[in-house]
T-cell receptor, first 113, second 113 residues
Framework: AQSVTQPDIHITVSEGASLELRCNYS??????LFWYVQSPGQGLQLLLK??????LVQGIKGFEAEFKRSQSSFNLRKPSVHWSDAAEYFC???????????FGTGTRLKVLA | ETGVTQTPRHLVMGMTNKKSLKCEQH?????MYWYKQSAKKPLELMFV???????ENNSVPSRFSPECPNSSHLFLHLHTLQPEDSALYLC????????????FGPGTRLTVT
């Protein structure tokens, strides 16, 4: 069955520290991969996407993600976290020929000053 | 207005009321979506419209009734809701139907009493 797993429900990091949020997927077709961020009281905003090509993709707000087919992973990284990065992060997977995403359950990031 | 807007932002309704949620996208997109976001659950896709035609009705109870009068507007009509329908309802749009990035509105926080 198709699925997306974000193993960490909550992550706490200090401001200025590096960040990695994990996303693993199970999908039969070639995946289209997305990371979204949701601030409190807001909708989801696209951080970055991977469709094909270079497996390291750059996004907005200094985020990047790396697609690793062998590990079925698409982890999100940021070298230095800012207090404004505190939010909930969602990984999503789609596939060619379908308009449906499968969303993960999200990882809530807390940033300590 | 830019992006995707939703009104109202907050709604409290009794189980016998009838209300409507409105979504408007200012992006010139052809596809629009309704999602339900409940605590500790992945986003649930409810309805999908492409060029004003409904292409998905994801086993949603009939007390939720969508309407898409044109490619810029999407409504969700609500009647005789249950307390478990309390959630954040998100509208999204994409340029075309398919595994494209989706642009989300801020959502309507619905509480059913």
């Amino acid at each position: 069955a198709q699925s997306v797993t974000q193993p960490d429900i909550h992550i706490t990091v200090s401001e200025g520290a590096s960040l990695e949020l994990r996303c693993n997927y199970s999908y039969g077709a070639t995946p289209y991969l997305f990371w979204y961020v949701q601030s409190p009281g807001q909708g989801l905003q696209l951080l970055l996407k991977y469709f094909s090509g270079d497996t390291l993709v750059q996004g907005i707000k200094g985020f990047e993600a790396e697609f690793k087919r062998s590990q079925s992973s698409f982890n999100l990284r940021k070298p230095s976290v800012h207090w404004s990065d505190a939010a909930e992060y969602f990984c999503a997977v789609g596939a060619s020929g379908t308009y449906k995403y499968i969303f993960g359950t999200g990882t809530r990031l807390k940033v300590l000053a | 207005e830019t992006g995707v807007t939703q009104t109202p932002r907050h709604l409290v309704m009794g189980m016998t009321n009838k209300k409507s949620l409105k979504c408007e996208q200012h992006l010139g997109h052809n596809a629009m979506y309704w999602y339900k976001q409940s605590a500790k659950k992945p986003l649930e896709l409810m309805f999908v419209y492409s060029l004003e035609e409904r292409v998905e009705n994801n086993s949603v109870p009939s007390r939720f009734s969508p309407e898409c009068p044109n490619s810029s507007h999407l409504f969700l009509h609500l009647h005789t809701l249950q307390p478990e329908d309390s959630a954040l309802y998100l509208c999204a749009s994409s340029q075309v139907l398919g595994p494209r990035e989706q642009y989300f509105g801020p959502g309507t926080r619905l509480t059913v009493t």
